[in-house]
């Protein structure tokens, strides 16, 4: 089973800007689909982005509603690593972050945490007012 592991979160203030990190030690993910959820307190596991792979090197971004315009999500190739830009951050963007990754691509699905078939243990945001 691939091993996912996630960097960079921590305690940031609102406004702030903080960066995530995921990577696969020792396995090629270049043509897999790769994307960021995030799980708050008492809620469940939501979308936040996903890197669609369309080619050689060239991946497809998707966002949920709560993140476009202020998230950026970029995929390193051959370095196997992808990572998560937050910018204008908000004290709703709180919570575990987590990094999936599955083979295929979900068209209709991948915004459902089902569509994955890897996962990250998590890094935990808190941004404070």
């Known amino acids: 089973q691939a091993r996912l592991e996630e960097f960079g979160g921590g305690l940031v203030q609102a406004g702030d800007s903080l960066r995530l990190t995921c990577t696969v030690p020792g396995r090629s993910f270049n043509t897999y689909v790769m994307g960021w959820f995030r799980q708050a307190p008492g809620k469940e596991r939501d979308f936040v982005a996903a890197t669609e792979y369309i080619g050689t090197y060239k991946y497809r971004a998707h966002y949920s509603d709560a993140v476009m315009g202020r998230f950026t999500i970029t995929r390193g190739v051959p370095t196997n690593r992808m990572s998560l830009e937050m910018n204008n951050l908000e004290v709703e963007d709180t919570a575990v972050y987590y990094c999936?990754?599955?083979?295929?691509?979900?068209?209709?699905?991948?915004?459902?945490?089902?569509?994955?078939?890897?996962w990250g243990q998590g890094t935990q945001v808190t941004v404070s007012a």
């Open positions: 999936a990754a599955d083979e295929k691509f979900d068209e209709n699905d991948y915004r459902s945490v089902r569509s994955y078939t890897y």
